[in-house]
Nanobody
Framework: QVQLEESGGGSVRTGDSPTLTCAHSGRPSRSTVINWFRQAPGKEREFVAAIRWGRGSTYYADFAKGRFIITKDNAKYTVQLQMTSLEPHDTAVYYC???????????WGQGTQVTVSS
C-alpha cells in the first residue's frame, strides 16, 4: 500500500522560506509523478508543482514559478518543496499526491498546514 506523509508545515512570517517534505513509502517506480497541491480556506484545491521520479523533470503552476522549487532525494524516497517569499495568500493546506500524470493524484498524504502571517 502506497503511503505518503507530508511534513514541514507550520506558522511562518511573510518572506520566510520553509521547505515541505513528502515521504513516500518504499521506492517509487520510474513512472511515478509526485505532485504538490494546496487548498486555501474556502477555495478549490490547486496544483502547485510536480516532479517525475524517473527523469527528474519538474513542472510548476504559474504562481509557483520563480518562488517554489521541487526536488527529490533518491536515497530517502522523499520530495521537497522549497517555498520562498511567502505571503499570507500562500496560506493553505499543502498536500502531496502520487500519480503517473502531472496535476493528478491517486494516492494522497494527509496534508500539512502552512499559515503565513504578516
Amino acid at each position: 500500500q502506497v503511503q505518503l506523509e507530508e511534513s514541514g508545515g507550520g506558522s511562518v512570517r511573510t518572506g520566510d522560506s520553509p521547505t515541505l517534505t513528502c515521504a513516500h513509502s518504499g521506492r517509487p517506480s520510474r513512472s511515478t509523478v509526485i505532485n504538490w497541491f494546496r487548498q486555501a480556506p474556502g477555495k478549490e484545491r490547486e496544483f502547485v508543482a510536480a516532479i517525475r521520479w524517473g527523469r527528474g523533470s519538474t513542472y510548476y503552476a504559474d504562481f509557483a514559478k520563480g518562488r517554489f522549487i521541487i526536488t527529490k532525494d533518491n536515497a530517502k524516497y522523499t520530495v521537497q518543496l522549497q517555498m520562498t517569499s511567502l505571503e499570507p495568500h500562500d496560506t493553505a493546506v499543502y498536500y502531496c499526491a502520487r500519480s503517473t500524470n502531472i496535476g493528478e493524484g491517486r494516492y494522497w498524504g494527509q496534508g500539512t498546514q502552512v499559515t503565513v502571517s504578516s
